[in-house]
């Protein structure tokens, strides 16, 4: 009998959007795929043993050969927990260069520790000068340098080279947030002396969210054992999460079997991909996104073209035009879902993500044409075509399509 007080719960379906938010971005079927197969012990011989493909993998993408290197449980704000926590002792001093709402979490993060944070601002929409960081840093004892290498909030690259440098003049750690950027963009870990780096899942490698990468040099390992009082938090504690992912194997926590099936497949086809070519990809989908919205009439939040992060294009909305609004008729009428602003820029902003699997072509051209009918519809002028017309032409001009899986 069913118990009539009991409301009747009706079978998952969730639509199928396509992401072109700052992540989650969609997923390709062959990681759905991954996720089916069964769920296996985490002790499970040969479980600890696929994750040494997961480990090696990731080595790969972030370009090093870090032992210390695997993906941790928790969303990409796990990687910066773990960074920070793993780096800094209490009354530490590190400087964190904030630029948008994601390197500000590091700063309000290592303040809880808590650290002497210095922090070196830009206005969104910049990068951080970092002749700046070397004025805030002069004559201190800095324990690290922090940064977001794509600052999401707000469209905006940094160059690592150049915050390395400084962080050698000020002998200092240098970490960096790769969440929107690792699998979209350049990044050598190695070759740009990276110390700590962390990423996400769900951004441009294009997993499900869940998992933060993170990857860490053998100078900051031996700094981590040599600690005087223990990492405060126990769970992002690298040195004892080390056992489970290094050669012990010994239990930690219950890892999401799941999502590390998801990450070792959507890592396999990154690399299948190679990662020059996935970086083309983004690169030529973004030139084509940017023809296309100036084609339109609209304009980009990043001024200087030299500072747009490929994976997030910043669009200023233009006035008299509702943000709610387009956002809900590009979801209700056409699946895509892009994202508003954060903070500051809220209601300022459109953020439209290229990232991994979502960045194809098609799904270029078909956002453009559903923006252009949706603003069409809200009674903004512009001429019907114009975006698509010259998102084509952009790629025709370059010499090979987006297309995940294309045949080089
Ligand atoms: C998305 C993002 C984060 C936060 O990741 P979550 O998975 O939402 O916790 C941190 N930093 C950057 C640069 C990001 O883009």
Redesign the pocket.
Known sequence: MIDRRQKVIGELLPPERLMMT??PSSVDPRVYRAMAAPIVGHMDPWFTKMMDDVQELLRQAFQTSNHLTFPIS???????EAAVMNALDAGDQCIVCINGA??E?MAIIAERIPAKVIRVEAPYGRTVDPQDVLRAGKGKKIKFVGL?????SSGVVHRIDDYRKVADELGALLVV?????LAGIPLDVTKQGIDICFS?S??AISAP?GM?PITVNTRVEEAMHARKEPVRSWYFDLTSAMNYWGKERLYHHTPPITLIYAMREALRAVLEEGLEARWERHLRSQQALIAGIEAMGLSLFVTDPADRLVT?TAINIPAGIEDAKVRLQLLNEFNIEIAGGLGPIKGKIWRVGLMGYSCQEANVLLFLAALEKTLLDQGFRLPAGAGVGAAIQSYQHSSQPAIVGAKK
């Not at 928790?74 to 910066?80: E, L």
């Not at 977001?148 to 999401?152: D, L, P, R, S, V």
């Open positions: 700052p992540g928790a969303s990409g704000s796990g990687g910066i994601f390197s979490r977001a290498h794509g600052e999401t947030d790769t969440v929107a950027t996400g769900q951004k969210p933060a997030v």
